[in-house]
C-alpha cells in the first residue's frame, strides 16, 4: 500500500506564501498521478493541481492557475504544493493523493490532510 502525509499548513494572511509537501512511502510511482486537492467547511472536494510523477506534467484548476505550482522531487519522494499569492477563499483543508494510472478519475490513496488558513 501507498501512504501519504502531509505537511506545511499554517495560518498566513493575504498575499503571503506557503509551500505544502507530501511525502510518499517507499514504492516505485514511476507510473502514478499525484494531486492536491481542498476542501473547506460545507464544501465539496476540489482539485487542485496534479502532476505526472514520471514526466512531470502539470495540470491546475482555474482558480489556481498563475499562483500554485505542484512540482516533485523523485529523491526525495515528495510532491510539493507552492502557494503563492494566497486568498481568503483558498482556506481549506488540503490533502495529497495518488492514483496508479491517469486513465481513471478515482484516486487510489489520500493522506489525511493539512490545514491552511488565509486571514483577509
Known amino acids: 500500500q501507498v501512504q501519504l502525509l502531509e505537511s506545511g499548513g499554517g495560518l498566513v494572511q493575504a498575499g503571503d506564501s506557503l509551500r505544502l509537501s507530501c511525502q510518499v512511502s517507499?514504492?516505485?510511482?514511476?507510473?502514478?498521478?499525484m494531486g492536491w486537492f481542498r476542501q473547506a467547511p460545507e464544501k465539496e472536494r476540489e482539485f487542485v493541481a496534479g502532476?505526472?510523477?514520471?514526466?512531470?506534467?502539470?495540470r491546475y484548476a482555474e482558480a489556481v492557475k498563475g499562483r500554485f505550482a505542484i512540482s516533485r522531487d523523485n529523491a526525495k519522494n515528495t510532491v510539493y504544493l507552492q502557494m503563492n499569492s494566497l486568498k481568503p477563499e483558498d482556506t481549506a483543508v488540503y490533502y495529497c493523493a495518488a492514483k496508479a494510472t491517469i486513465f481513471k478519475d478515482e484516486y487510489d490513496y489520500w493522506g489525511r490532510g493539512t490545514q491552511v488558513t488565509v486571514s483577509s
Open positions: 502532476i505526472l510523477w514520471t514526466a512531470g506534467t502539470t
Open positions: 517507499e514504492r516505485t510511482l514511476s507510473s502514478y498521478y
